[in-house]
C-alpha cells in the first residue's frame, strides 16, 4: 500500500511538474504552415481535397469582401460629403471674419514714403502731408507699423485713422494731388492681409494685359476687365473668373496673422 501511494504521489508529482508547452512551437508551426500554402503542389493537393466546395467557398469570400468594399465606399462617401459641407462653412466664416475686420479698417489709410527719424512726430509729419493735399482731416490716432528693416533702412509705413469715413474718403480722391510736393509718399487704404494678396495678385494681371485697370474703393478690389467692365472683388475666387483667368493659390490668413496695425 506504501508503495502503491509513493507511485501515484510520483505520478501526481509528474503531472503537476509538466512544463507548458512554449509558445514559440505555435509560431514554429504557423509560419511553416503559410511557407506550405505558399507552395503551389501543397495548394494545389488542397484544391483538390476542397474541390466539391471550392467554388462555392470563392463565392462567399467574394461577397462578403464585395459587401465589405460596399459599405467601405459608402462611409467614405458620407464623410466626403461632410467634408465638401464643412469646407464651405470654413470658407464662409472665414470671408465673414476679413468682412468684419476690413469694416474696422474702413476709416483707415496707410502712408508709404515718408522719411523716418529717431525723435519724430508722426501726427505733424502726415499732417504736413494732408496740407499739400489742402485738406484738415481729424486724426483719430496715428502711428508707424511693423519692425524697422535693417537691411535697407527704409521707413516703415504708416497707419492713420480718421475720426470719419468721409476725412478718409476726401484723402484717398485727393492723393494723387501730392505727387509734386512728395514724389516719394504713396497713400492706400489700410486692407487686411487677404485684400492685400488679391489687390496684389490683380496688379499682377494689369501687367500681363489681362485687365486694363486695377484700385480700391471702400475695402473693394476694382477690376475693370478687357472690356471694360467694372467687378468689385472681395473674393480670390472672384478674381480668379475674370477671363477665364485661374486664380492663383492663395492660402488662408487668419485675423491673427493680420497685416500690423
Excluded at 40 to 55: F, G, H, M, Q, T
Excluded at 101 to 130: C, H, L, M
Amino acid at each position: 500500500a506504501i508503495m502503491s501511494h509513493d507511485r501515484k504521489s510520483r505520478r501526481g508529482d509528474r503531472t503537476t511538474t509538466r512544463e507548458p508547452e512554449c509558445p514559440c512551437a505555435k509560431e514554429y508551426i504557423a509560419v511553416n504552415l503559410l511557407e506550405a500554402l505558399d507552395d503551389e503542389a501543397v495548394a494545389s493537393k488542397l484544391r483538390k481535397i476542397l474541390c466539391p466546395d471550392y467554388d462555392k467557398l470563392a463565392d462567399i469570400v467574394a461577397a462578403k469582401l464585395s459587401a465589405r468594399l460596399k459599405k467601405l465606399e459608402n462611409e467614405l462617401e458620407a464623410k466626403d460629403e461632410i467634408i465638401v459641407s464643412l469646407s464651405k462653412r470654413l470658407e464662409e466664416a472665414e470671408n465673414k471674419l476679413d468682412d468684419t475686420e476690413q469694416y474696422s479698417r474702413r476709416t483707415s489709410v496707410r502712408i508709404a514714403g515718408i522719411p523716418e527719424e529717431s525723435t519724430e512726430n508722426v501726427k505733424d509729419k502726415v499732417t504736413e502731408v494732408f496740407n499739400a493735399m489742402k485738406l484738415q482731416p481729424v486724426i483719430n490716432r496715428v502711428h508707424r507699423v511693423g519692425p524697422k528693416d535693417a537691411r535697407t533702412n527704409g521707413p516703415r509705413p504708416i497707419i492713420c485713422q480718421f475720426t470719419t469715413f468721409p476725412d478718409k474718403r476726401a484723402v484717398m480722391q485727393g492723393k494723387k494731388s501730392i505727387r509734386g510736393p512728395f514724389p516719394r509718399v504713396f497713400i492706400n487704404e489700410d486692407l487686411t492681409r487677404l485684400r492685400s494678396k488679391i489687390f496684389f495678385n490683380a496688379r499682377q494681371l494689369k501687367r500681363q494685359g489681362v485687365v486694363s485697370e486695377v484700385w480700391t474703393a471702400d475695402g473693394r478690389i476694382c477690376v475693370k476687365d478687357s472690356k471694360n467692365k467694372v467687378h468689385y472683388i472681395t473674393r480670390l475666387k472672384e478674381l480668379g473668373s475674370l477671363d477665364g483667368h485661374r486664380a492663383p493659390h492663395l492660402p488662408y490668413q487668419s485675423p491673427s496673422t493680420s497685416l500690423p496695425r
